[in-house]
């Protein structure tokens, strides 16, 4: 058996938050529960946001009860502040994750504060976490390229790393939000980052805007990263990003892991009747064979 990479399935969570029709909760719940048939271990379910900011993420509570639940399955909860993470527990999130950015100009844009105001909003959410022996994940948003600012320098994303480490972070999702990265940059910024975390608490969460995600899993892959973010369909984007697609679609990632002889337990035949239940068309997604208003 090859050597094992976890596959993060953040559809429901980063797919559904950029898709302009609003799911039903009803569709969510079948979504969420494709995708656990299918053997995905880990699920970012929603996210525990301002309903006027993420609509699409409104009905969090009713998903995260209603998320179909399975040994060996992770249901996490994307959450800003003290007030979703209380929300995301009490409707029994298995997971929590922040998401701070190493741009300040998109911490702004995306929780309207600085980065430092996000810090001190993640420090009740990781007391919450820890008395509720919850895994913390911190997200770095903007980890190579901002919509705002252009390139970011690396050692100001090994800073934030740190940080997230301190405040409690049981695991660091290095993000390219809008899916410019290339390889090469990917592994710059991920030499800064494992100067301070170990390669087993690093996630790569890459959009595919430009087609390199795959590359980019291959660059650290090569420095020791086994935790992957992917989305059913490549769904995603960030509606506070301009420019950012979908991310790496599920199916891709696991069909190159496989190929590459890493072992992510991910079934491809029933992951492919998750990607069938929600197709494209005319811009649009939309949900076949059951019924969406
Ligand atoms: P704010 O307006 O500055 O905060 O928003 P506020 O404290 O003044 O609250 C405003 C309203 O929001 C109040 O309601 C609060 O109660 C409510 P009102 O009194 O007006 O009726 N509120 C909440 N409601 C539900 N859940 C909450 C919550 N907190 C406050 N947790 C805030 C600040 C952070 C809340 C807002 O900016 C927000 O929700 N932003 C969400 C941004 C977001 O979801 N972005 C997309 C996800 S991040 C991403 O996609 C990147 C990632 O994929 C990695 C990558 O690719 O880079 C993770
Ligand atoms: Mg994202």
Redesign the pocket.
């Known amino acids: 058996m090859g050597e094992r990479v976890t596959v993060v399935e953040?559809g429901p969570r980063?797919g559904l938050?950029n898709e302009k029709r609003i799911f039903s909760t009803e569709d969510k719940l079948h979504l969420i529960s494709f995708l656990g048939k299918a053997g995905l271990t880990r699920i970012e379910t929603t996210?525990?946001?301002?309903?006027?900011?993420?609509p699409q993420?409104a009905d969090h509570d009713l998903v995260m009860r209603g998320a179909e639940r399975r040994d060996n399955l992770e249901l996490s909860a994307?959450?800003?502040?003290e007030?979703?993470a209380l929300?995301a527990i009490a409707a029994g999130a298995q997971a929590l994750a922040v998401?701070a950015s190493a741009s300040e100009s998109f911490a702004r844009k995306?929780?309207?504060?600085s980065i430092a105001e996000s810090f001190e909003r993640f420090k009740p959410v990781a007391t919450l976490a820890k008395q509720n022996n919850l895994p913390l994940r911190g997200?770095i948003?903007?980890a190579i390229d901002c919509p705002y600012e252009g390139a970011l320098a690396p050692e100001a994303v090994g800073e934030v790393a740190d940080q997230l480490l301190g405040l409690g972070c049981t695991e660091i999702?290095v993000?390219d939000?809008i899916g410019q990265a290339t390889p090469m940059q990917v592994d710059t910024v991920l030499r800064y980052v494992l100067k301070t975390v170990p390669a087993d608490q690093i996630a790569c969460?890459f959009?595919d805007t430009s087609g390199q995600a795959l590359a980019n899993v291959d660059a650290a892959l090569a420095l020791g990263i086994r935790i992957f973010d992917s989305a059913i369909g490549g769904l995603g984007g960030?509606?506070?990003?301009p420019g950012?697609a979908g991310n790496l679609a599920t199916d891709a990632l696991v069909k190159h892991l496989g190929e590459r002889g890493y072992e992510c337990g991910v079934n491809l035949e029933v992951l492919g009747d998750a990607e069938r239940f929600v197709e494209r068309v005319d811009g649009l997604l939309v949900v076949k064979g059951i019924l969406s208003k």
Not at 47 to 54: E, M, T
């Open positions: 953040v980063d938050q996210a525990f946001v301002s309903p006027k900011w993420v993420m994307l959450v800003p502040n007030k979703g929300a998401f995306n929780t309207n504060c997200y948003s903007c999702a993000s939000t969460h959009h960030c509606p506070f990003a950012a």
